[in-house]
């Protein structure tokens, strides 16, 4: 995938995201987010809203996205758990993987900071959307430790 198509992905789901008030911050994270995203990159996005669980409940926000009018075709969409966030896995036409996270708000607090929310703005962080400021307060009490 190339930067153009990513920044695409990126902008729907951004949009989408504005959409809603329970969302207070979309992070791009990963490859992309480092700058090092190769052809075969899916891109990573974290959702840090109230009530996650509902974005699980209820799938129909995957078509309020918006997909085709951005060009992409949505294939297929599955869940996955990683103790604190459960994300779900879009399948997109052309060939393109987009992983979009979710989280309660307080994933992202700093006192103390969850180490797996440390290794994975370690991993390369973005914030997108940050309305309550929470993502950058993150950042930067993790540079300055």
Do not use: H
């Amino acid at each position: 995938m190339d930067a153009k198509t990513a920044k695409s992905i990126q902008d729907a789901v951004l949009k989408w995201a504005l959409t809603e008030d329970a969302i207070r911050s979309v992070t791009l994270i990963g490859s992309w987010a480092r700058m090092e995203a190769g052809p075969d990159s899916d891109i990573d996005l974290i959702i840090l809203c109230r009530a996650p669980s509902r974005f699980r409940r209820q799938t129909a926000w995957l078509a309020e996205i918006g997909w085709t009018g951005w060009s992409f075709e949505l294939i297929d969409a599955s869940d996955e758990d990683y103790g604190n966030v459960w994300s779900k896995r879009v399948t997109l036409a052309p060939d393109m993987e987009v992983e979009i996270g979710f989280a309660l708000t307080d994933w992202a607090r700093i006192d103390p900071v969850d180490p797996g929310t440390r290794q994975v703005v370690a991993g390369g962080c973005q914030p997108l959307l940050d309305r309550d400021g929470d993502m950058c307060a993150l950042l930067e009490a993790l540079r300055s430790r």
